[in-house]
């Protein structure tokens, strides 16, 4: 991967501080859900942020995309401090971060046709001027994710989840954004419609050189996906790599435990690294020194009393845990056997004689099913 | 009831089912026919709208009013339970067919203390006072290690965590000894991480008790991590069944194979992932022969004409309905696919 290191987005000790309800007697309750987090996602890249739903991913994605405004810390946007952005540039810089939503059923307006969801972003931001222009542009959208451009006249409810989630793309898709964030783009899906929706964004990205964040629990699309991996617990990150370093050789305890708890594909296969025990414990209640030293097998009296700091560990590597290089050497990597020869010889069929129906029909955009009266 | 010279029938057998909901052209379930043993694990796997929760519900007596069932039958222990009263099959839900339900928020009663709905359960199967029933609810709690038991057993469902609600939930359907649980997408509904705890909890009751499990699941990774066997479906058919190890490493159904190149992996990254083309077909547009065929890369007249029986491959108990398994004896790579 040849990716020019320039960072279109960076952010430096982001911090989020939700507040509960406060009463007379009482001081509210506070969450600290994202805690003094830096990053920098590279231009062109695919970066995952993954946890367990509480990590705080969610709302570090949002800060990221200014969605919400951090309580702590600063974004820059190609160098810029976005906090100095005045609205109107804050409102161009709109178009160029957008996202797709986890939810397609929640996050289309059932009272829009899609011609109006994909068009709105048009005409708010005055990039096609004329309702023909903004009606051509949309069927243009709609052909690109792979909808028949005949759609543009229907309602949300007519779709089934993978289509909505298409429609949620082409919106996204529709300020010709520079950068898009994902929020669980694919996890409500089917799996085979999940698989449609993963090679799409990949296209898309390829097509118009987009950069990606996706923000997902879901293991597997996330190798199979990103580039680089940071994994989020209680608000922080705890550990950065690329994604094949992330995978093979886990450092972080938490990360070892996540990547172990992920079913594989292969019946008989036992993992070496023991179960998580127990839940995230309650941001509300933060535990003292290292986050995840209640549930860390290899915690010591060093990790309940001093937080440890995100440390650069080797090239494009960081890892927040005292005890990593010690912990290294015993240590044993999960063995994934390859997919039988019988599943791949027919895997290989399969395909060959998709991509060769796929030839046949006149508009390839179209399955069988959806051009029949 | 059963003759002794006759074999012991199976504890779950559901034959040749099918089942319609009013007003739909094509039935929802259509020739159904599954067998489960005591001890074992079976999955169902399908994506939405396959059937497989119609299936569970039909198995525990709790179809809408606008299902019929029009044909077959469902046997526990060789009794069919379709002739049952809704008084009978009262007395069967919770003692010998108890159900774990997905969302355990929505399934949980958030009236009442863990303790008091667990005795509910109890009380209502057997013959004890509310005491005895505590008891028993407080020492399934601690088999389904919930931290502090005693204090559980006066909180409330809200004050617990999704992976806590449904271990709760697991304790309720065990309190009986249920010959057979049925678990409806269990962890789906959870983080990795307690997921993992889940279906370990679950592997671990189930050799203590013996009961057998129906998993209805549309994840093939928790499938291969629990199950003993599997039955593929599709719209409301079974395309294939066998030994896990039968429908991993040697799927014979085109579905099969296009479901399990759609799954990502957590191994290096090998290419794009397969995609089934369009959508499962709407009812009124369900083909007359094999209901995959609208959407198989293989089909030809024959396939969209007749439906391909569910047949075994050399007299295992792995079977697939396709005319053309296994596919290499039907088809060629060609050189230019060789290299994809």
């Given at each position: 991967m040849n990716l020019t290191r320039r960072p279109i987005l960076e952010a430096t000790g982001l911090s989020k501080v939700f507040k509960g309800p406060s009463s007379l007697f009482s001081k509210p309750k506070?969450?600290?859900?994202?805690?003094?987090?830096?990053?920098?996602?590279?231009?062109?890249?695919?970066?995952?942020?993954?946890?367990?739903?509480?990590?705080?991913?969610?709302?570090?994605?949002?800060?990221?995309?200014?969605?919400?405004?951090?309580?702590?810390?600063?974004?820059?946007?190609?160098?810029?401090?976005?906090?100095?952005?005045?609205?109107?540039?804050?409102?161009?810089?709109?178009?160029?971060?957008?996202?797709?939503?986890?939810?397609?059923?929640?996050?289309?307006?059932?009272?829009?046709?899609?011609?109006?969801?994909?068009?709105?972003?048009?005409?708010?931001?005055?990039?096609?001027?004329?309702?023909?222009?903004?009606?051509?542009?949309?069927?243009?959208?709609?052909?690109?994710?792979?909808?028949?451009?005949?759609?543009?006249?229907?309602?949300?409810?007519?779709?089934?989840?993978?289509?909505?989630?298409?429609?949620?793309?082409?919106?996204?898709?529709?300020?010709?954004?520079?950068?898009?964030?994902?929020?669980?783009?694919?996890?409500?899906?089917?799996?085979?419609?999940?698989?449609?929706?993963?090679?799409?964004?990949?296209?898309?990205?390829?097509?118009?050189?987009?950069?990606?964040?996706v923000v997902a629990h879901g293991l597997a699309v996330i190798r199979h996906m990103s580039d680089r991996v940071a994994v989020m617990y209680l608000g922080q990150i705890v550990e950065l790599a690329y994604t094949d370093d992330i995978f093979d050789h886990p450092l972080h305890p938490y990360t070892q435990a996540l990547i172990a708890s992920a079913p594989l594909l292969t019946p008989g296969v036992k993992r070496p690294v023991p179960l998580l025990q127990g839940d995230m414990p309650n941001p509300a209640n933060m535990p003292s020194g290292c986050r995840f030293h209640t549930r860390c097998a290899y915690a010591t009296d060093e990790c309940r009393q001093v937080e440890p700091p995100l440390q650069t560990v080797s090239d494009n590597r960081m890892v927040a845990c005292h005890r990593w290089s010690e912990l290294q050497q015993d240590r044993t990597s999960v063995l994934i056997p390859p997919p039988s020869a019988a599943f791949t010889l027919r895997r290989a069929l399969f395909e060959q004689a998709s991509r060769s129906r796929l030839s046949l029909s006149v508009t390839p955009s179209t399955s069988p099913l959806e051009t029949r009266p | 009831m059963t003759n002794p010279d006759e074999p012991v029938p199976p504890l779950l057998h559901i034959k040749d089912l099918q089942v319609q909901f009013s007003g739909s052209p094509t039935s929802v379930l259509d020739g159904i026919s599954l067998q489960l043993e005591a001890g074992k694990t079976l999955a169902l796997v399908g994506e939405s709208g396959c059937g497989k929760s119609v299936t569970s519900l039909a198995l525990m007596g709790l179809l809408p009013s606008s299902a019929k069932v029009l044909q077959g039958d469902i046997r526990l222990n060789g009794d069919s339970l379709l002739g049952l009263s809704e008084r009978q099959y009262a007395d069967l839900r919770g003692l010998e067919l108890a159900m774990i339900f997905q969302e355990p928020m929505t399934s949980l009663n958030p009236a009442l203390t863990l303790g008091d709905q667990l005795a509910e359960a109890v009380m209502r199967h057997q013959n004890t006072n509310k005491k005895q029933a505590r008891a028993q609810a407080l020492?399934?709690?601690?088999?389904?290690?919930?931290?502090?038991?005693?204090?559980?057993?006066?909180?409330?469902?809200?004050?617990?965590?999704?992976?806590?609600?449904?271990?709760?939930?697991?304790?309720?359907?065990?309190?009986?000894?249920?010959?057979?649980?049925?678990?409806?997408?269990?962890?789906?509904?959870?983080?990795?991480?307690?997921?993992?705890?889940?279906?370990?909890?679950?592997?671990?009751?189930?050799?203590?008790?013996?009961?057998?499990?129906?998993?209805?699941?549309?994840?093939?990774?928790?499938?291969?991590?629990?199950?003993?066997?599997?039955?593929?479906?599709?719209?409301?058919?079974?395309?294939?069944?066998?030994?896990?190890?039968?429908?991993?490493?040697?799927?014979?159904?085109?579905?099969?194979?296009?479901?399990?190149?759609?799954?990502?992996?957590?191994?290096?990254?090998?290419?794009?992932?397969?995609?089934?083309?369009?959508?499962?077909?709407?009812?009124?547009?369900?083909?007359?022969?094999?209901?995959?065929?609208?959407?198989?890369?293989?089909?030809?007249?024959?396939?969209?004409?007749?439906?391909?029986?569910?047949?075994?491959?050399?007299?295992?108990?792995?079977?697939?309905?396709?005319?053309?398994?296994?596919?290499?004896n039907f088809f060629a790579l060609s050189a230019e696919g060789a290299c994809a």
């Open positions: 506070t969450v600290q859900a994202v805690d003094r987090v830096s990053l920098r996602v590279w231009h062109g890249e695919t970066l995952a942020i993954v946890g367990e739903s509480g990590s705080g991913k969610s709302t570090f994605g949002r800060l990221l995309l200014q969605l919400l405004s951090a309580s702590d810390g600063d974004v820059f946007y190609e160098g810029e401090n976005l906090k100095l952005f005045s609205a109107p540039r804050m409102k161009n810089l709109r178009r160029d971060l957008q996202i797709i939503f986890q939810d397609p059923f929640a996050s289309l307006n059932p009272r829009m046709t899609v011609e109006e969801i994909v068009g709105e972003p048009l005409w708010l931001h005055n990039i096609v001027c004329g309702k023909a222009d903004r009606q051509a542009k949309v069927r243009e959208l709609l052909t690109t994710v792979g909808l028949p451009a005949a759609f543009s006249n229907r309602y949300p409810h007519e779709f089934s989840g993978g289509q909505r989630q298409r429609i949620g793309i082409a919106r996204a898709l529709a300020s010709s954004p520079k950068l898009l964030l994902g929020d669980e783009p694919v996890s409500a899906l089917d799996v085979s419609v999940q698989a449609q929706v993963v090679n799409l964004l990949e296209n898309l990205k390829q097509q118009f050189g987009l950069t990606m964040i | 020492e399934l709690l601690k088999k389904v290690q919930i931290p502090a038991p005693e204090l559980r057993m006066e909180a409330y469902p809200h004050q617990l965590s999704g992976g806590m609600r449904q271990r709760v939930m697991i304790a309720m359907a065990l309190i009986n000894h249920p010959q057979l649980l049925i678990a409806d997408e269990p962890t789906t509904a959870l983080d990795v991480t307690i997921q993992a705890q889940i279906l370990a909890l679950l592997n671990r009751i189930q050799k203590e008790t013996g009961s057998a499990l129906l998993l209805i699941t549309h994840d093939l990774g928790v499938v291969a991590e629990v199950a003993d066997s599997v039955a593929v479906m599709y719209a409301g058919q079974i395309v294939e069944q066998g030994e896990v190890a039968d429908i991993f490493n040697n799927p014979q159904h085109p579905y099969t194979i296009g479901l399990m190149g759609s799954m990502p992996s957590l191994a290096p990254r090998q290419g794009a992932l397969s995609t089934i083309p369009g959508a499962v077909p709407l009812p009124r547009d369900m083909p007359a022969g094999c209901r995959f065929s609208t959407r198989c890369p293989f089909a030809d007249t024959r396939c969209h004409q007749q439906r391909p029986p569910l047949r075994p491959l050399h007299d295992s108990p792995h079977h697939v309905a396709c005319f053309y398994a296994p596919l290499e």
